[in-house]
């Protein structure tokens, strides 16, 4: 009985997995009925992974547990209730609140995080010792990061006309950009293409069986 209901698991996955890519000749109902039970599977398992993996241990069970040393996480239980107040339509407008609060303290901790990792430390391993590394090909590195930012920034300099040597500079900006835009392009089509090798893999191997894992 196992291995019948494994072996209709494999099949199951296999259909979904051709009715998914069935968009690509066009927009069709098997599509729209892989497409809905794709969501509200994502939306089943992301709300019990929410209530056994973060409500319960960070909130419930210390509240319950010890709640004079964590009255501080009222407040978030208070928010989250009323974040639920925008499924009532008389009150959520109390929503908003909440809303305001975790979009707030989500951008300012966001933004610390990326200066701290995108801007101040690759500034700081790279301009301020540019001429020191293990090999050629680090130093190298290091002076093509400054450069390419520079000319980049200088692009989008706009109080002063891109003529002369300042033009110049700007342009080479442009390629900068470009070979970074390409890049992370690049890195996003490849990661496509590794989601349809995997689809593949699944398809000729645990469902038809011509390869082996």
């Given at each position: 009985m196992a291995?019948?209901?494994e072996r209709l698991g494999v099949w199951i996955g296999a259909a979904l997995t051709f009715a998914i890519y069935s968009f690509l000749y066009k927009?069709?109902?098997?599509?729209?009925?892989?497409?809905?039970?794709?969501?509200?599977i994502s939306a089943g398992y992301w709300f019990i992974y929410t209530i056994f993996n973060i409500l319960k241990p960070n909130l419930y069970t210390p509240l319950t547990s010890d709640f004079g040393n964590n009255t501080l996480l009222v407040l978030p239980a208070i928010l989250g209730i009323f974040?639920?107040?925008?499924?009532?339509?008389?009150?959520?407008?109390?929503?908003r609140y909440a809303i305001s609060v975790v979009v707030g303290t989500t951008a300012g901790l966001a933004l610390i995080r990326t200066l701290q990792s995108d801007v101040i430390t690759q500034m700081s391993e790279t301009?301020?010792?540019?001429?020191?590394g293990p090999n050629a090909a680090v130093i190298l590195g290091k002076w093509i990061l400054?450069?390419?930012?520079?000319?980049?920034?200088?692009?989008?300099?706009?109080?002063?006309?891109?003529?002369g040597a300042f033009g110049a500079t700007a342009k080479l900006g442009i390629v900068f950009l470009m070979i970074s835009?390409?890049?992370a392009f690049g890195y996003t089509v490849?990661?496509?293409?590794?989601?349809?090798?995997?689809?593949?893999?699944?398809?000729?191997?645990?469902?038809l069986g011509i390869i082996q894992p």
């Amino acid at each position: 009985m196992a291995l019948t209901m494994e072996r209709l698991g494999v099949w199951i996955g296999a259909a979904l997995t051709f009715a998914i890519y069935s968009f690509l000749y066009k927009d069709n109902p098997v599509y729209k009925i892989a497409e809905q039970i794709f969501v509200g599977i994502s939306a089943g398992y992301w709300f019990i992974y929410t209530i056994f993996n973060i409500l319960k241990p960070n909130l419930y069970t210390p509240l319950t547990s010890d709640f004079g040393n964590n009255t501080l996480l009222v407040l978030p239980a208070i928010l989250g209730i009323f974040m639920l107040c925008r499924l009532v339509p008389k009150i959520n407008w109390v929503s908003r609140y909440a809303i305001s609060v975790v979009v707030g303290t989500t951008a300012g901790l966001a933004l610390i995080r990326t200066l701290q990792s995108d801007v101040i430390t690759q500034m700081s391993e790279t301009i301020m010792n540019p001429f020191s590394g293990p090999n050629a090909a680090v130093i190298l590195g290091k002076w093509i990061l400054i450069i390419g930012t520079t000319t980049g920034i200088i692009y989008f300099f706009f109080s002063k006309k891109h003529t002369g040597a300042f033009g110049a500079t700007a342009k080479l900006g442009i390629v900068f950009l470009m070979i970074s835009f390409g890049a992370a392009f690049g890195y996003t089509v490849m990661a496509r293409i590794s989601l349809l090798i995997g689809r593949l893999q699944y398809l000729l191997g645990e469902w038809l069986g011509i390869i082996q894992p």
